[in-house]
Structures are given as structure tokens and as C-alpha cells.
């Protein structure tokens, strides 16, 4: 077991479903290398809850947004993440670090993470892993980390780092359920938040095409003809148009390599 990983003023909150016992296995044994206290989170089981979870999803944005019928692993995730933030407000951690229970951390998480707390004054969401992240513009470093933002789509919530303030701010109009959770808040147009990449990522997310939300290599994903899809490209062009613009006024499309100072 690594040393303890002591941050005071960090909350680490492990989203896990019951049933998945295998998958949390996993991760205490790489918590346990990582010797980082945490606690585990139960995940809301969308499957099992269907019906009572239902009415919180817009199911026209949903599908209009993202081309296909919302999976109900999606919901359970979205809600998921929700009962993370409200525990998070409910304690007087600053900063709350989630993870989902298919991360492995790089050797230099730690250090990662250290830095990135460091720098807290410089973002408001921080990946620290990626499903993509794609179009990114450097705002700075964070010792030997760029701190990117990201043109594209910035996809994957398995990782990331969230304060206080922004939890707050963002709880109460993060419902009803209008895309995936992590499609919801790569919108820094329409949040106005600082939400950033920490590159190298110093971890990724690793589940052998078994996932307990789009199920066995996406065999649960069932997308609509090409014809019920335009509304998606729409809105995703309409999107990029909007966070390209958003980026602009805020200054953040032009790269910045210069160091970034640290507390």
C-alpha cells in the first residue's frame, strides 16, 4: 500500500452500483495502492428505478440532442453524479474529487492531483481522464500539465475534480435530464464555466467493452435512422457554434503556454 494521501480540504467520492461487486473489488485494490481516503457513493440503479426516475429526463431534448432513446443507465449516472454533489455540499470539503468505478490511475495521479489542487484558482471542473477531448486549446501549465480547454466534444466523467462554488451554482439547473451528464456540462456556454482537461490525463477509464450503462460493447446503444438523427447534427453544429463564440469572448481560444502560479 502507497503512503496515505492526505488533503484536508478534499472530498473523494467512489460512484459505485451495488450489484456491480467485481467492478468495486477492483477499485479498492487500486485505492488501496493509491492511498487516497475516499468513500464509497452508491450508485442510483436507473434499471431498477426506471419508472420513479423517469419524469426527470426531457425526453424530447434527450432524444433530439443525442439521436437515440435515453438508456435507463444513463439516468441512474446522471443521478448518480447529482448524490455526489449534494453529499459533497453537505459536508465542508472545498473540493470534490469523483471518480467511477473503472478508473486506473496513471503513476502520477498523486502528483496530479496535488498539482491540480494547487491550481484551483485557475479552473472550476477539472478532467482528470477522457472519453474525448478533442480540439484542445491550452490555457497555461500547471507545473508539467497543460491546462486545456476544448473546442469539440470533451467527453468521459470517470475522473474529475469540481469546487464548492460551482457545485452550488450549477445543482439547481442541472434538471430535468437533457443529455448524458457528461454531454450536459461539456456546454461551458451555456454554465459559463472554467471546465478544463488536465493533459497528460493521469488516468483513463477501463471496462472491456462491458459497461453496466450502454451494456456489452454498446450493444444497449440502439440509435435512430439517419432521417431522426438531423436534429442531433443541428444542435451539435449549433453547440460548437455557440462554445467557439463563448470561447472567444472569454479569451480562451488563443494558447497560452506560460506557467500558471500555484499556492
Same mark, same amino acid.
Given at each position: 500500500?502507497?503512503?496515505?494521501?492526505?488533503?484536508?480540504?478534499?472530498?473523494?467520492? &467512489?460512484?459505485? &452500483?451495488?450489484? +456491480? #461487486?467485481?467492478? *468495486?473489488?477492483?477499485?479498492?485494490?487500486?485505492?488501496?495502492? /493509491?492511498?487516497?481516503?475516499?468513500?464509497?457513493?452508491?450508485?442510483?440503479?436507473? =434499471?431498477?428505478?426506471?419508472?420513479?426516475?423517469?419524469?426527470?429526463?426531457?425526453?424530447?431534448?434527450?432524444?433530439?440532442?443525442?439521436?437515440?432513446?435515453?438508456?435507463?443507465?444513463?439516468?441512474? @449516472?446522471?443521478?448518480?453524479?447529482?448524490?455526489?454533489?449534494?453529499? %459533497?455540499?453537505? +459536508?465542508?470539503?472545498?473540493?470534490?474529487?469523483?471518480?467511477?468505478?473503472?478508473?486506473? %490511475?496513471?503513476?502520477?495521479?498523486?502528483?496530479?492531483?496535488?498539482?491540480?489542487?494547487?491550481?484551483?484558482?485557475?479552473?472550476?471542473?477539472?478532467?482528470? +481522464?477522457?472519453?474525448?477531448?478533442?480540439?484542445?486549446? @491550452?490555457?497555461?501549465?500547471?507545473?508539467?500539465?497543460?491546462?486545456?480547454?476544448? !473546442?469539440?466534444?470533451?467527453?468521459? %466523467?470517470?475522473?474529475?475534480?469540481?469546487?464548492?462554488?460551482?457545485?452550488?451554482?450549477? /445543482?439547481? *439547473?442541472?434538471?430535468? !435530464?437533457?443529455?448524458? !451528464?457528461?454531454?450536459?456540462?461539456?456546454?461551458?456556454?451555456?454554465?459559463? !464555466?472554467?471546465? %478544463?482537461?488536465?493533459?497528460?490525463?493521469?488516468?483513463?477509464?477501463?471496462?472491456?467493452?462491458? +459497461? #453496466?450503462? #450502454?451494456?456489452?460493447?454498446?450493444?444497449?446503444?440502439?440509435?435512430?435512422?439517419?432521417?431522426?438523427?438531423?436534429?442531433?447534427?443541428?444542435?451539435?453544429?449549433?453547440?460548437?457554434?455557440?462554445?467557439?463564440?463563448?470561447?472567444? =469572448?472569454?479569451?480562451?481560444?488563443?494558447?497560452?503556454?506560460?506557467?500558471?502560479?500555484?499556492?
Amino acid at each position: 500500500m502507497s503512503p496515505a494521501l492526505r488533503l484536508p480540504e478534499l472530498m473523494v467520492l &467512489l460512484i459505485n &452500483l451495488p450489484r +456491480s #461487486t467485481d467492478r *468495486r473489488a477492483r477499485m479498492e485494490r487500486r485505492m488501496a495502492a /493509491l492511498g487516497l481516503d475516499y468513500e464509497l457513493m452508491p450508485a442510483v440503479d436507473g =434499471r431498477n428505478r426506471l419508472e420513479e426516475l423517469l419524469p426527470s429526463v426531457d425526453v424530447a431534448a434527450f432524444e433530439r440532442h443525442v439521436g437515440r432513446d435515453v438508456l435507463p443507465g444513463e439516468i441512474g @449516472c446522471y443521478h448518480s453524479h447529482l448524490r455526489a454533489w449534494r453529499h %459533497f455540499l453537505a +459536508s465542508d470539503a472545498q473540493v470534490l474529487l469523483v471518480l467511477e468505478d473503472d478508473m486506473v %490511475f496513471h503513476d502520477d495521479f498523486a502528483d496530479a492531483l496535488r498539482t491540480a489542487l494547487r491550481g484551483r484558482a485557475h479552473w472550476d471542473m477539472l478532467k482528470l +481522464s477522457k472519453i474525448r477531448a478533442k480540439q484542445p486549446v @491550452c490555457q497555461g501549465l500547471l507545473g508539467p500539465y497543460r491546462l486545456n480547454a476544448y !473546442i469539440g466534444a470533451a467527453t468521459g %466523467f470517470g475522473a474529475y475534480l469540481v469546487q464548492r462554488e460551482t457545485a452550488q451554482r450549477l /445543482l439547481p *439547473r442541472l434538471l430535468p !435530464i437533457r443529455a448524458p !451528464i457528461d454531454r450536459e456540462l461539456e456546454q461551458v456556454q451555456r454554465h459559463d !464555466i472554467r471546465h %478544463f482537461g488536465l493533459e497528460p490525463f493521469p488516468s483513463h477509464p477501463q471496462d472491456e467493452g462491458q +459497461s #453496466t450503462i #450502454t451494456g456489452s460493447n454498446f450493444g444497449a446503444v440502439k440509435r435512430y435512422s439517419l432521417s431522426r438523427r438531423w436534429t442531433k447534427y443541428a444542435e451539435q453544429t449549433t453547440h460548437l457554434m455557440a462554445r467557439v463564440a463563448y470561447l472567444a =469572448r472569454k479569451g480562451r481560444l488563443q494558447p497560452r503556454h506560460a506557467a500558471l502560479p500555484l499556492e
